[in-house]
């Protein structure tokens, strides 16, 4: 099984949604970046190469776009319904998925700092996750995350996440190669699902 013809997608509960990002997202984008870039910035990823830019929106989008097509990703944006206004509160992208004898992904995100704390990174990593093992068949979902990055870690902690190690100088972050833990979920371990398992309480924390 392949995602070929399950993209685009959108993913709801409630007043969340995990939507396609798109180019004319660009000046919401920007606005909720710029005001988040001391929020986000030791998190970031950054261009090894002496020199090395990260890439524009648009060569992002274009990137992004181009894993979906192939099945190798999937880009979502993450908003929030106020007032019948979907606005936007942050990113999460499924990449790296593997089909075959691994059946896997990697999933990263970011959350706008005005809206930590409310249950919005745990409910959008459960929806794309269920997503994955629902309806891609995927078997497992990796998340890597600096040791130092307390609100991520609280994340995987309160949905289940098994803590497989430490991974040394995994990703260049923040203008340099950084550690990261990585944390994992099977298909298996969740036969009801991740999202009504964090609804429900079902993973202490």
Known sequence: MSPSGQWPVTLVRGPLALRPIR??????????????????????ASNPQPGGALPSFRQMVSALKAQARDGSGLPFLITETRDDVPRLV?????????YGSLMG?????????????RGIAPTAVALATDH???HLGLH????????????SLRVVEKLGFRDEG??????????????????ALTAEEVPGGVLHRWLTGGVSG
């Open 90 to 98: 942050g990113q999460l992208t499924v990449s790296s998925i593997t």
């Open 23 to 44: 180019y004319r997202d660009r000046a919401e984008w920007d606005a909720v970046r710029a005001r988040n870039a001391q929020w986000l910035g030791p998190w970031e």
């Open 140 to 151: 497992r979902m990796e998340i890597n995350i600096r040791p130092e990055n307390d609100r």
């Open 132 to 134: 994955c093992f629902g």
């Open 105 to 117: 992904a990697t999933l990263g995100y970011w959350v706008d700092q005005a809206s930590a704390g």
């Open 166 to 183: 430490l991974r040394r100088a995994y990703l260049h972050i923040d203008g340099r190669w950084a550690d990261h833990r990585s944390f």
